[in-house]
């Protein structure tokens, strides 16, 4: 089974060979290989593709959401050509709908909320906008999926009230992942923070996975898949504080918790509950990758 029948098969909730795995972004080229991804251009796409290819081959990834450069289509063109069918291929968009990115100005936004709605709403019909193009030219470009990341959420809740998300946010982003579908790709959406108190709005706007799953925040990944199962996949929630500082025992704790209950059944993808970003120690991810195998190991052995 390749990569990407892989991915493809736990989104559809179908139980693959063993979990997928990969992240969204991975900052510790430096500490694996030896090497950093050059400044993009024409002349060094064969050079990117080459780490991309180190990345992949070492740590098994069965995607690749390509970061450098991020939401340009010519990047992932040249993965699509370089990776062909063996792996799914992405691409990220940022900033389309109210989130913490789009916010520039949090006290004359939550003024907005009371007293200029109308406002709000044109704004979010340019982030809309702006988004739609960015999806139109990366599915053109071949994109299997398309990460919409978009923090909304804090630890402690949504960044504004459920009835408002409804209002200024859902059906934006509704429109998006449609937008998305309809270009023959698969969307995704990425949150940190406590998303339960608006899942049911993230389902009902269709992305295929839900990315995060943010254990920090008291996201339990049992009780999300329990309510999400056939309807919205999940991908995460290996707690990135662990894998930051660990100690190794949590770590290996908290990537066979998400196994344990994620796995069954299709529809989970293995990752970080954010990414591997600089500061983490290469050690620690190589630890959860060791949980993840073994875990793989005891479901083929006879």
């Known amino acids: 089974m390749t990569g990407r029948e892989r991915f493809l098969k736990t989104l559809r909730f179908e139980q693959p060979d063993r979990p997928p795995h990969f992240e969204m972004v991975f900052e510790l080229t430096q500490e694996a290989f030896g090497l950093k991804f050059p400044e993009w251009s024409p002349a060094n796409a064969a050079a990117c593709m080459a780490l991309y290819e180190k990345i992949v081959r070492r740590f098994g990834w069965d995607a690749l959401l390509v970061f450098r450069p991020a939401q340009d289509p010519e990047g992932v063109r040249v993965a699509k050509k370089h990776f062909g069918n063996d792996i799914a291929v992405g691409a990220i968009v940022w900033e389309g709908i109210w989130c913490f990115d789009t916010i520039k100005d949090w006290d004359q936004f939550a003024l907005d909320l009371l007293e200029r709605p109308d406002e709000l709403h044109r704004r979010a019909a340019q982030f809309h906008q702006n988004a739609i193009d960015k999806i139109d030219r990366l599915t053109d470009a071949g994109a299997d999926f398309i990460m919409l990341a978009y923090d909304v959420a804090f630890n402690a809740g949504p960044f504004i009230s459920p009835a408002q998300f409804r209002e200024f946010v859902t059906p934006y982003l509704a429109r998006q992942c449609a937008r998305v579908r309809q270009r023959g790709s698969i969307p ?115």
């Not at 940190?192 to 008291?218: K, T």
């Open 188 to 302: 995704m959406f990425h949150s940190d923070g406590m998303m339960m108190p608006i899942l049911d709005q993230i389902v009902a706007a269709g992305p295929a996975a839900f990315q995060s799953v943010d254990p920090m925040a008291g996201m339990d990944i049992a009780e999300v898949k329990r309510q999400t199962y056939g309807k919205l996949a999940l991908m995460g929630n290996v707690q990135c504080s662990y894998l930051q500082h660990g100690p190794p025992e949590a770590i290996r704790q908290s990537a066979r918790y998400c196994l344990e209950h994620g796995a069954p059944g299709g529809g989970y993808i293995f990752s970080t509950s954010n990414t591997v970003f600089e500061g983490v120690p290469l050690a620690n991810y190589e630890l959860m990758l060791d949980e993840y195998r073994r875990f793989c190991a005891e479901r083929t052995t006879p």
